[in-house]
């Protein structure tokens, strides 16, 4: 059997962690069976459903790599097909009218309540004679549900589960006015296009029985299930807002690459003996629903910037650049070609300082910001009368050197503060700060062989000669 998977969200806010971990576990497993991931928007709610929320979970599955193997199915388009079912199902008496109003079914909820019974439909319209039933009322279409037995569900996640039958109401198929229910769509929907395995959130399982007769009565094959834990925050409490739970859009925004999120997101409920670093083409090779965990995952920001800082490491220079570029621009920093290669060939020094794209974007102003550089308030403190006097020297001497190497700069700049009767560090700070606006860059010396001779002896007359902007802020 060919394998085949759906992620089926709905379009009424944005794709938060838990959705886009479901979306990948449907991706790994498709493709580690070498089977179909498809994709479903489940928008049948046109009132809170929007085209932005739709776009945001195209967005968000594009960024991570998880674009689907077919077009998306749109569930709001397949209505009439639902109702097709229903009807189906109506006319093989698998299926009955339920004119119960409002008041009916509130008292009916009211006198369980009062009993101390569990709130369901009491079937009183089930065997009903359509002759009986009330001219002013549209009907509702119900399907019916076995009485007696369990229902049983070898879930693929949580082993055997089961319930008695009676705790199963006759759930509603068709609304009064003729629009389907979750559970009609859904099913027919999967049926429809072969889905073979549906892996979601734990928060379905209850919905899992009463699909599983939905599809006995239409007769159609009943998928496996696998119904994954939910995502809890550091205290154990469900994730919200408040633990990180932001849209995976947000997380691009802050400067998350796709491969470490994805990293981040398999071990999340998954894992593979002690590996914390899986790559997606180990992910594929190693991936089994089965093995995924039964108690909720915790979400936990500092391990996922860890795993961040990890792939920026390991991405080649060339590529964080076209990466860093955008956001450098968007700050009104103009990268000319000269500054694009300083940028290349700092970026080693860079990168491994750095835990986002945002921090390297950051970090990366010192080899691309235009002269003359801003001073942080730290750096400008370093840069006194009598330190600007020393620099202006400092730089005749360094534009003498014969060689441009982190050698030849650093035995110069040393035997400098040792003429001036200092340590060193009383040289190297003010420097730093003259070369880059701030007191905190890769090492002196690379910084320098990366500018080049002409941009650092720039620099540092822009230093000596008082012409920085200073910023209102540290480092």
Known sequence: MSVVVRFAPSPTGYLHIGGARTALFNWLYARHCRGRYLLRIEDTDRARSTEAAIQAIFDG???LGLTPDEPPVFQSRRIARHREVAERLLAEGKAYYCWCSPEELEEMRARARAEKRPVRYDRRCRERDPASAPADVRPVVRLKMP?????????????????????????????SDGTP???????????????????????????????????RAMGAPVPAFAHIPLIHGPDGAKLSKRHGALSVVEYREMGILPEAMRNYLVRL?????????????????????????????????????????????ETPDAELVRLVLPRLEAAG???GDAARQRLEAGMAGLKVRARTLVELAEAARIYVQPRPLPLTAKAAKLLDDAMRKHLLELGRRLAGLQRWDEESLESACRAFAEELGVGFGKVAQPLRAALTGTTVSPGLFEVMRVLGREEVLARIEDAALGRNPALQQGD
């Open 61 to 63: 599955l594009e960024w």
């Open 147 to 175: 009485i007696e037995g369990e229902t049983v569900i070898e879930d693929l996640v949580q082993g055997t589960v089961r319930i008695a039958n009676a705790q199963l109401d006759d759930m509603i198929l068709l609304r």
């Open 181 to 215: 229910t979750y559970m009609l769509s859904v099913v027919v929907d999967d049926h429809d296009m072969g889905i073979t395995h549906v892996i979601r959130g734990d928060d379905h399982l209850t919905n899992a029985f009463r699909q599983y007769q939905l599809y």
């Open 269 to 313: 409920g998954w894992s593979h003996g002690d590996r914390e670093i899986i790559s997606t083409e180990e992910a594929i090779a190693w991936f089994d629903i089965r093995d995924v965990g039964r108690s909720p995952a915790r979400f936990d920001m500092s391990k996922l910037l860890s795993l961040n800082a990890h792939y920026l490491r």
């Open 333 to 335: 920093i103009r990268v």
